[in-house]
């Protein structure tokens, strides 16, 4: 059984840093391109940042730009995103996905359920 487990989401403050992880499981996914996207409340799921297999090519949104870093675990199965100089408008439900594709448009197979990261003003 496929399973996407993120986790470190919680209460914030703008300006601080929270680093979350994703645990992948049930097959190997060190050939996959991780990612993580969010929803905000009475927003549609949004993009936020992609990592190849390799861990050499990374895309970000605008919005995170210069603030968060995607990154993966040596094992490939973890990935991670640090969240630095948080923004109230970071405040969401930020989901980890998986895709088989290598090259961008990524079509995410798979996902998990969330964690929910709320920065105050």
């Known amino acids: 059984q496929v399973q996407l487990v993120e986790s470190g989401g919680g209460l914030a403050q703008a300006g601080g840093s929270l680093k979350l992880s994703c645990a992948a499981s049930?097959?190997?996914?060190?050939?996959?391109?991780m990612g993580w996207f969010r929803q905000s409340p009475g927003k549609e799921r949004e993009f936020v940042a992609t990592i190849s297999w390799s861990g050499d090519n990374t895309y970000y949104a605008d919005s995170v730009k210069g603030r968060f870093i995607i990154s993966r675990g040596n094992a490939k199965n973890t990935v991670y995103l640090q969240m630095n100089s948080l923004k109230p408008e970071d405040t969401a439900v930020y989901y980890c996905?998986?895709?088989?594709?290598?090259?961008?448009?990524?079509?995410?197979?798979?996902w998990g359920k969330g964690t929910l990261v709320t920065v105050s003003s």
């Open positions: 996905a998986a895709s088989m594709d290598s090259d961008p448009p990524y079509d995410m197979n798979y």
């Open positions: 049930g097959r190997t996914f060190s050939s996959y391109t």
